[in-house]
């Protein structure tokens, strides 16, 4: 049973504009996310995370948006740029203290020049 | 600064095989340990985590086995390698309030 689900396996976007990532999760426990970013054969790394005391979080370019409501979160990356293009994670962990997270399948985002 | 270490990068091992994989991490202290596989076109798959020495959780059922000999070190074993174990893995840290976890740079696995 996937908790974590990133329907879109791809996604391409004009250089400049905005990308949007989404990302649903199912169990309600869950009130914690985050959102990597991984290159092929590396680790993924850390771009912006979100409680769900908040419904937005921004860092630089890079928005996160919560709707606990519809158990869904977004990412919005404006403007897109070349170096964008990677694969992005999304992932969850309830706030029990067991410190697992859950991750998605991952979007590949394509930023064309 | 905290780091976290990951070897090796590749690795060719025949089926039937063991394994050992190793982590460790520097500039902090009593970190959570997590391993993550990543199998071809799939997301990221927890194995494996630990909140302290000794203390393994295990997320799905499967050949492997995962130890913690020392508070900053994590490592991913097996004693027979299956081709479904074939895939990238990695381990990762976290701090005490787990806020965001830390990867390493992975292992390519590959079992022919």
């Known amino acids: 049973d996937q908790q974590v689900k990133q329907n879109s396996p791809s996604l391409s976007v004009q250089e400049g504009r905005i990308s949007i990532l989404n990302c649903d999760y199912t169990n309600s426990m869950f009130d914690y996310f985050l959102w990597y970013k991984k290159y092929p054969a590396e680790g993924p790394t850390f771009l912006i995370s979100i409680s769900s005391i908040k419904d937005k979080n921004e860092d630089g370019r890079f928005t996160v948006f919560l709707n606990k409501s519809a158990k869904h979160l977004s990412l919005h990356i404006v403007p897109s740029q070349p170096g964008d293009s990677a694969v992005y994670f999304c992932?969850?962990?309830?706030?029990?203290?067991?410190?697992?997270?859950?991750f998605g399948t991952g979007t590949r985002l394509k930023v064309l020049a | 600064s905290q780091t976290i270490h990951q070897w090796p990068a590749t690795l060719v091992q025949p089926v039937g095989s063991p394994l050992s994989l190793e982590c460790t991490v520097e500039?902090?202290?009593?970190?959570?340990l997590y391993w993550y596989r990543q199998a071809a076109g799939r997301g990221l798959q927890l194995l494996f985590y630990s909140v302290g020495i000794g203390q393994i959780s295990s997320e799905v059922p499967q050949n492997l086995s995962a130890s913690r000999p020392q508070d900053r070190q994590f490592i991913l074993s097996s004693k027979k390698l299956l081709l479904s174990d074939s895939g990238f893995y990695l381990c990762?840290?976290?701090?005490?309030?787990?806020?965001?976890?830390?990867f390493g740079s992975g292992t390519q696995l590959s079992v022919l």
């Open positions: 990762a840290w976290s701090g005490g309030s787990g806020e965001k976890l830390f």
């Open positions: 500039g902090t202290s009593n970190p959570n």
């Open positions: 992932a969850a962990s309830p706030s029990s203290g067991t410190y697992k997270y859950i």
